[in-house]
């Protein structure tokens, strides 16, 4: 079917492949990889993202929201599947019943999901200094014992999530706490077999944290930057937003333009493309210094974004017409629009501004590897 409204954003299937591969080769076979999916999976689709992370042998996916693991497991696939703590204590016995591996953070979630009625799979989280969920070193006593009185709890592992993935003493610090919590569980006889910290930060800077398990989200759909890029050189699946000009028009000089009256070349005539694509689709409105790409040139966006149109200058750029294509993120002819370049241009990173735009915008898949012979010519 021919979509009626001509803005997409490309997701790389195939880009997504290389990066679960790269994140295994990194870790070795040994250690089980949870291909984080919340978030609709980082905007880029929990269904499609979690059958290729099926086929290409992740061991696990995590999620946040229970309804994308429902979504997930009707759609047929049946890898292991670990929800992160979002529900409260009350909803334990719709939880247990979805046949995912539930994180529990608290005594009341404990209580809950040990009285639930059914057996369950669980992680316990551990809080090592996040402040955000977990146990902390006080509640493990109280924890080790309900646990050895609840045999329908089966406890798989512990997780927890390191905060300041920057500072390699705050890491060391939390690590510590960690192990402390984890050796007096053991004490106490509760020693579940899984032990997972690393997130895609740490994968990149710490190889020592793997332990035997890893939850990467940002990695596998290559949104890491700076220095973690440069670690793990994972491509981004967000790769495109595409979309074409439905009207040219030419204006005469003093004309104001779009919301807030711009006039970016006083005294001139403008020629100006209306793109249907705004801040509905997860833009910011204000965009004022960003640029799309028309035939393979930057055509300044012209005052603050609509909510399904944006208007861009066009005066340079001979020949623009109706119908032709414009990037907003990827390559046209020899120009190109970076993730980093549409982080700067929004002054959002790019974690928060791709996933939002991926989710805002008609999503088209991708999925073929590429042929290396065009690699070869560059093209
Ligand atoms: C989101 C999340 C991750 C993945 O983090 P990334 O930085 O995207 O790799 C891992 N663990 C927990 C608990 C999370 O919430």
New binding site residues.
Partial sequence: MTALRPSRVVIDLAALRHNVRLLRRRIGPSVKLYA?C?GDAYGCGAVAVARVCEEERADAI?VGDPEDAITIRAAGIRLPMLA?GVTDPQLAGEMAKLGVIVTIFDHDGLAAYGSAGSEVDAFLELDCGFGRLGFTPADIDAVAGELLRTPSIRLRGL?T?LAAVDDPVAVAGQMTLFADMAAALQAQGVNPPERMVA???VIAAYPHLDLNAV?????LYGLLEGRYAQDLEVRPVISGIESRIIQVKDLAPGMRMGYGGADPRPGSPIRAAVVPIGFAGGFPRNFTDGYILVHGRRAPIIGMMSMEHTLVDVSDIAGARVGDEVVLLGRQGSAEVTPADLAAMTGLEALEILPRLARGLPRAYADVAPDPSTLASGS
């Fill in positions: 984080v919340k995590a992160y997780y999530h997130s895609s930060r939850n990467p989200g940002r990695a």
